[in-house]
């Protein structure tokens, strides 16, 4: 699976942080929280669980900074509330 690095405001795949290959974007709702806003995988690239290893990263992420996560992007919010290792910092 491809190296994901983390960008401002960003976690992706790719040698460019301003054209990846695959990126998760979040805001910061507020110092506690952080909003999942877009995940964009190409169709080429779909089916590697890419998208899911962005959620994860932005769920460590939170985790490592105490903060919670939402999510207005339809993709994230699906992947973590369908996974129970996730919830721990989920606020839907």
Same mark, same amino acid.
């Given at each position: 699976?491809?190296? #994901?690095?983390?960008?401002?405001?960003?976690?992706?795949?790719?040698?460019?942080?301003?054209?990846?290959? +695959?990126? &998760?974007?979040?805001?910061?709702?507020?110092?506690?929280? #952080?909003? #999942?806003?877009?995940?964009?995988?190409?169709?080429?690239?779909?089916?590697?669980?890419?998208? +899911?290893?962005?959620?994860?990263? !932005?769920?460590?992420?939170?985790?490592?900074?105490?903060?919670?996560?939402?999510?207005?992007?339809?993709?994230?919010?699906?992947? &973590?509330?369908?996974?129970?290792?996730?919830?721990? !910092?989920?606020?839907?």
């Amino acid at each position: 699976m491809a190296e #994901i690095k983390q960008g401002d405001h960003k976690f992706y795949t790719g040698e460019d942080e301003n054209n990846p290959e +695959t990126v &998760i974007t979040y805001n910061d709702v507020n110092d506690d929280q #952080i909003e #999942i806003n877009h995940t964009g995988v190409p169709s080429e690239m779909g089916g590697q669980g890419l998208g +899911t290893a962005l959620v994860e990263a !932005v769920v460590n992420y939170a985790r490592d900074n105490g903060k919670k996560v939402s999510a207005t992007c339809p993709f994230a919010a699906k992947v &973590i509330e369908k996974h129970p290792e996730f919830q721990d !910092v989920y606020k839907g």
